[in-house]
């Protein structure tokens, strides 16, 4: 059986292009829905445009917070390289 073999960069713009898709149907569907939620809740334009501003203001805290948290995962820049038999041990020491 081949293995289908992608370049690096087709990879990350096939994954640009499917976030592009996605925010894009994103935005439609909201102010589809802002109609809606303006008569619901008896918004204004300038309170429905604060309330859908927050999300930005979420999504960048998310994006700083992200830096000050410890990941669960380590990443090593020798995970390809064969580990010594004292590393083993420590390892093998520290439960990991």
């Known amino acids: 059986m081949k293995r289908l073999s992608l370049k690096a960069t087709t990879t990350v713009l096939v994954m640009l292009c499917l976030m592009y898709f996605i925010t894009y149907v994103d935005r439609v569907n909201i102010s589809t829905a802002a109609g809606q939620f303006k008569s619901e809740f008896g918004l204004s334009n300038t309170q429905l445009g604060i309330i859908f501003s927050l999300s930005i203001g979420v999504m960048l805290f998310g994006i700083v917070l992200s830096f000050f948290m410890k990941p669960?995962?380590?990443?090593?820049?020798?995970?390809?390289?064969?580990?010594?038999?004292s590393q083993r041990k420590e390892d093998a020491l520290s439960g990991a």
């Open 72 to 85: 669960n995962i380590p990443f090593s820049n020798d995970a390809t390289q064969p580990r010594s038999e």
